[in-house]
C-alpha cells in the first residue's frame, strides 16, 4: 500500500493513564479525536520517557533510540485520528509526541493519555518531521513556511520563508537550527539554511555547485553533513556556511548520512556503504551489500543498513 493512501491513524503502544483529549487552541478546523485503548495499569520506564526530539533520534542522525520498546505483551495504548495524512516520524520530548499531518495541522499531544495539548496550523502540508530544542518546535510546510512554536503552549514565536517546496525534517545543535528548502519542487530554489534558533536569525545558507536537491544529513563536530541529488555529501563549517569537503557517494545517495563519533556513515548510490572520516572526507571502508542501503543505523560497533532488496545487513569490527 503507497504511504500516501495510509489511514492517518496514528498508534504508539505506551503505558499510561486515561484522560479526555484537549481541545486545540491553535490552527483550523475541530479537534482530531483520541480514543485511550488501556486504563492505568503501568508507569514509564526510564526508557520510555527519555527524548527521542528529532527525526532519526538525533542531531548525529545514527538512529540510536533510548528503548526499551514493548518485548512481551504489547498493548495499543491509544490513537489519535489526525485531520489529514501523517507521513512523518513523530518526535517525543518532556513527556510530549509531537506529530505533523498533511493538512498542516502539528500536534501536541499527552505521552501517557493521547490527550491533546494544543494544536498549530503550520501554513500548509507537513510530511517531514518536526524537531524540538530550548522549548522551541521547529516545523517546515509546503510553500517554504518555517516556524517555530512554544513546544508548552503552542503559538508561533517566530516564521521564516525559505522558498518554495516542501522543507527537509530540520537540526537542531547549539543556537542553531538547519533546514533545506525545495524538496518535491524540481523547479524550485534547493538551498540549506541556518537559523539562529532563538529568533530565526538567517546566520548562513549553502547551495551545491550543481544547485541539485540537498537533504540534511548529520550535525556534529562543528560541520554540517548534507547529501544532494548530484550524488555528492557535502561537508559544510556549521559556524560559516563554508565548504569544508566534498565526498562522491558514486550514484544517488540511498539516505542520509549517520555520524558516531568521528565517523560518517553513508549508503551510497553503488550498492555499498561507506565510513568516512567526518573531518577530512576521506574515506576509511566500502563494504558492499546485496541491494541498494538505506538509512543507516549506528549501535556500538555495528552499523545496521535494510536493502531494497530486502536484506538487512549488520557490518562490525573485530572477529
Not at 508507569?43 to 527521542?52: H, Y
Not at 485531520?83 to 516520524?89: L, Q, W, Y
Not at 572526507?281 to 541498494?292: L, N, P
Request: proline share 6%; net charge neutral; charged share 15%.
Amino acid at each position: 500500500m503507497r504511504r500516501s493512501h495510509l489511514v492517518s491513524i496514528l498508534s504508539f503502544v505506551l503505558a499510561g493513564c486515561v484522560a479526555p483529549p484537549v481541545p486545540a487552541s491553535h490552527g483550523s478546523g475541530g479537534p482530531p479525536s483520541v480514543v485511550p485503548l488501556a486504563s492505568a495499569a503501568n508507569t514509564f520506564g526510564t526508557g520510555l520517557v527519555a527524548d527521542v526530539p528529532t527525526y532519526r533520534g538525533n542531531a548525529a542522525r545514527n538512529g540510536m533510540m533510548p528503548g526499551p520498546g514493548p518485548i512481551a505483551d504489547a498493548h495499543l495504548r491509544w490513537k489519535l485520528t489526525a485531520d489529514g495524512p501523517i507521513r512523518s516520524t513523530p518526535v517525543v520530548a518532556a513527556g510530549v509526541v509531537y506529530v505533523a499531518a498533511g493538512s498542516g495541522s502539528l500536534y501536541a499531544l499527552d505521552l501517557a493519555t493521547g490527550a491533546q495539548r494544543w494544536a498549530f496550523g503550520a501554513g500548509g502540508a507537513v510530511t517531514r518531521s518536526p524537531a524540538v530544542d530550548g522549548g522551541l518546535v521547529y516545523v517546515g510546510a509546503a510553500g517554504g513556511t518555517f516556524s517555530a512554536v512554544d513546544a508548552a503552549s503552542g503559538p508561533r514565536r517566530w516564521q521564516k520563508a525559505l522558498g518554495p517546496g516542501q522543507i527537509a525534517s530540520p537540526a537542531v545543535v547549539d543556537d542553531l537550527v538547519v533546514a533545506a528548502s525545495g524538496l518535491d519542487d524540481s523547479t524550485a530554489p534547493h538551498i540549506l539554511f541556518a537559523l539562529g534558533a532563538a529568533r530565526g536569525d538567517e546566520r548562513w545558507r549553502f547551495s551545491a555547485p550543481s544547485g541539485r536537491l540537498l537533504v540534511i544529513g548529520a550535525l556534529g563536530d562543528g560541520l554540517v553533513f548534507a547529501a544532494s541529488g548530484d550524488h555528492n555529501l557535502y561537508a559544510v563549517d556549521a559556524g560559516t556556511g563554508v565548504l569544508k569537503w566534498t565526498f562522491d557517494g558514486h550514484g544517488p545517495l540511498g539516505s542520509v548520512d549517520a555520524l558516531a563519533g568521528e565517523v560518517l556513515y553513508v549508503s551510497g548510490g553503488d550498492r555499498a556503504v561507506y565510513a568516512v572520516d567526518a573531518h577530512t572526507g576521506v574515506q576509511i571502508w566500502r563494504k558492499t551489500v546485496t541491494g541498494q542501503p538505506g538509512a543507516i543505523a549506528v549501535v556500538r560497533d555495528r552499523v545496521y543498513i535494510g536493502t531494497d532488496l530486502g536484506r538487512v545487513v549488520a557490518i562490525g569490527g573485530g572477529h
